[in-house]
């Protein structure tokens, strides 16, 4: 979840920059046809332009945004027994996934968690937690391993990057549509564009972008399957049945960590639209799936 969080947030950010940009210098300008209507053709052309370019912003600084942000320690150099595995484990992985070796990081929280990310499948980084690497056992943590690797190899970042470009795309052309027309229809102004357009156009990108970003969770359940898969591949699907059963028990512990039902690592059930918003399917779902694979 780590990497879908750091993601969507850093790709907000950016959009609301360009957003502020775009305003203070005026070029929103070459969307209001002679100050009187929008010209929907250029409007699109530049929502393409800056939801592509956001997306693809946020991608590039994924690897260290993820590494500032965790405190990930990168391993250069093992320093004993336990880095050399990992370091071994995955360069295994990667080589049997076909993929280039991946950076390798280990990061302090006790959470049961790990992450990969980076914008290209040659370039990537991937981080476990101290929780993961004393609260599972060898095969479980090389499962762990296995699902991030497979998502590297699944180019996940890639596309999630080419949904968000798109949606982010709609988002600003929807939200500049909507304060056009609220600035002409209940603030009456004739020509140009008063502060009613600029402040409706801003909340309307944030509940836009919010709402839209139920498509963009919904990807993200259905590339948990398929690095479930490619672990199941690469290191047996008992393996990561077990991994998967260990996290169920560890998140059903006391004293839970806010921050793992806050962002559905615990996959919860979820009805209604809590689960439109869950990056993650429930634990007992993937559990199945895994499951039903053929042997």
């Known amino acids: 979840m780590k990497r879908i969080f750091l993601f969507l947030i850093t790709n907000i950010a950016i959009m609301l920059v360009i957003t502020i940009i775009i305003n203070i210098f ?34 590039a600084l994924s690897k260290t945004m993820a590494k500032h942000s965790t405190g990930a320690y990168v391993i250069e150099q093992p320093r004993n ?24 990081a280990i990061y302090d929280s006790p959470d049961i968690n790990a992450f990969a990310t980076g914008m290209m499948r040659d370039s990537s980084l991937v981080a476990v937690s101290t ?12 499962a762990v391993l296995a699902h991030e690797v497979s998502h590297v190899a699944n180019g996940d970042m890639v596309t999630l990057a080419l949904i968000q470009g798109v949606i982010n795309t709609f988002v600003f052309f929807l939200s500049r549509v909507i304060g056009h027309i609220i600035d002409r229809a209940v603030f009456k102004t004739e020509r140009g564009h008063g502060p009613a357009y600029w402040i409706t156009t801003v909340v309307a990108q944030l509940v836009l ?26 290191e047996g ?18 004293h839970l960590p806010e921050q793992l039902e ?10 209604g639209l809590k689960r439109l918003f869950m990056s993650h ?15």
Do not use: C
């Open 26 to 59: 005026g070029l929103g300008q070459v969307l209001d046809e002679q100050g009187v209507g929008l010209d929907l053709t250029s409007l699109l052309m530049l929502s393409a332009v800056v939801g592509m370019t956001g997306s693809f912003i946020s991608l």
């Open 131 to 142: 929780g993961l690497l004393h609260g599972m056992t060898r095969d479980e943590a090389e």
């Open 262 to 271: 806050a962002f559905g690592i615990s996959g919860g059930m979820g009805t």
């Open 281 to 295: 399917p429930p634990l007992d779902e993937r559990i199945a799936a895994l499951r039903n694979m053929p042997d």
């Open 81 to 104: 027994e336990q880095e050399q595995w990992l370091i071994n484990t995955v360069a295994r992985q990667a080589k049997e996934a076909g993929i280039g070796m991946p950076e390798v």
């Open 237 to 254: 699907k008992q393996k990561m049945i077990r991994a998967l059963e260990r996290l169920q028990k560890s998140i059903n512990e006391p």
């Open 209 to 234: 972008g919010i709402l839209a970003s139920a498509i963009v969770m919904w990807f993200s359940r259905q590339r948990e399957y398929r690095a479930d898969a490619g672990a199941a591949y690469l």
